[in-house]
């Protein structure tokens, strides 16, 4: 069974910096679409960033450029997002999402909570 897990939230004041964490099993995640995507109370799911053939290309929302980084560990099957320079908009829960590049299918991490606050 295919499974994404997120970690690395957390509580951290304005300014500072978060690495979440998404680990695969049984998918390789260089194989797939990676995404990370976050949703804040009352908002919709949005898209923050992707990275395809395992880094090779990336994109970012336009908050997310200059801050935050996408990127993969072939060794360990595990995609990061680092966060830096966190402001108290960037308040979410953040989703890991993994899309078949070949294949119609679309997993979902459970999600990790990020709080910005002084």
């Known amino acids: 069974q295919v499974q994404l897990v997120e970690s690395g939230g957390g509580l951290v004041q304005p300014g500072g910096s978060l690495r979440l964490s998404c680990t695969a099993s049984?998918?390789?995640?260089?194989?797939?679409?990676m995404s990370w995507f976050r949703q804040a109370p009352g908002k919709e799911r949005e898209l923050v960033a992707v990275?395809?053939?395992?880094?090779?290309?990336?994109r970012y929302a336009e908050f997310a450029k200059g801050r935050f980084t996408i990127s993969t560990d072939k060794a360990k099957n595990t995609v990061y997002l680092q966060m830096n320079s966190l402001k108290p908009e960037d308040t979410a829960v953040y989703y890991c999402n993994a899309q078949g590049l070949n294949i119609p299918v679309d997993y979902w991490g459970q999600g990790t909570q990020v709080t910005i606050s002084s």
């Open positions: 990275s395809t053939n395992a880094g090779g290309t990336t």
């Open positions: 049984v998918l390789t995640v260089t194989s797939y679409r």
